[in-house]
C-alpha cells in the first residue's frame, strides 16, 4: 500500500483547508485509515481515523467538531476537511492505514504511512 498526502499551505486563522490523502495497491474500503500530525518539537499526535467503509470516526478533542474525516472509494482517497484552522493546528499531517480498528490514536500500530503535507495557519 502507497498513500500520497496533498493539500496543506499556508493559511490564516480561521480559514479551511482540505488535505487529501491517494492511495495506491489497496482500496480503502479495506483499510482503516487515519490522519496524525507533528508540530516542530512535539510527538505525532492522533488527529482522526475512519473505518472501512467510513461508517465509523474518530477524532481528537483537540480537531473535534472542527475536522471531518471522510473517504470516497471511487476515487481511493481519504480526505481531511478542517475549519475554522488556528495557529497551533500547525503541523506536518501523515495519512496513514491499519487493518484494525483498535487503539486508533496508537501511531505504532499503523503499517502504511504517507509522506506528509505541511499546513502552516498564520494569526
Known amino acids: 500500500v502507497q498513500l500520497q498526502a496533498s493539500g496543506g499551505g499556508l493559511v490564516q486563522a480561521g480559514d479551511p483547508l482540505r488535505l487529501s490523502c491517494a492511495a495506491s495497491?489497496?482500496?480503502?474500503?479495506?483499510?482503516?485509515m487515519g490522519w496524525f500530525r507533528q508540530a516542530p518539537g512535539k510527538e505525532r499526535e492522533f488527529v482522526a481515523a475512519?473505518?472501512?467503509?467510513?461508517?465509523?470516526?474518530s477524532y481528537s478533542d483537540n480537531v473535534k467538531g472542527r475536522f471531518t474525516i471522510s473517504k470516497d472509494n471511487a476515487k481511493n482517497t481519504m480526505y481531511l476537511q478542517m475549519n475554522s484552522l488556528k495557529p497551533e493546528d500547525t503541523a506536518v499531517y501523515y495519512c496513514?492505514?491499519?487493518?484494525?480498528?483498535?487503539?486508533?490514536?496508537?501511531?505504532?500500530?499503523?503499517?502504511?504511512w504517507g509522506q506528509g503535507t505541511l499546513v502552516i495557519v498564520s494569526s
Open positions: 495497491g489497496r482500496s480503502v474500503s479495506s483499510l482503516v
Open positions: 496513514s492505514a491499519r487493518s484494525a480498528w483498535t487503539n486508533l490514536s496508537g501511531a505504532d500500530d499503523y503499517d502504511y
Open positions: 475512519i473505518s472501512w467503509i467510513g461508517n465509523r470516526k
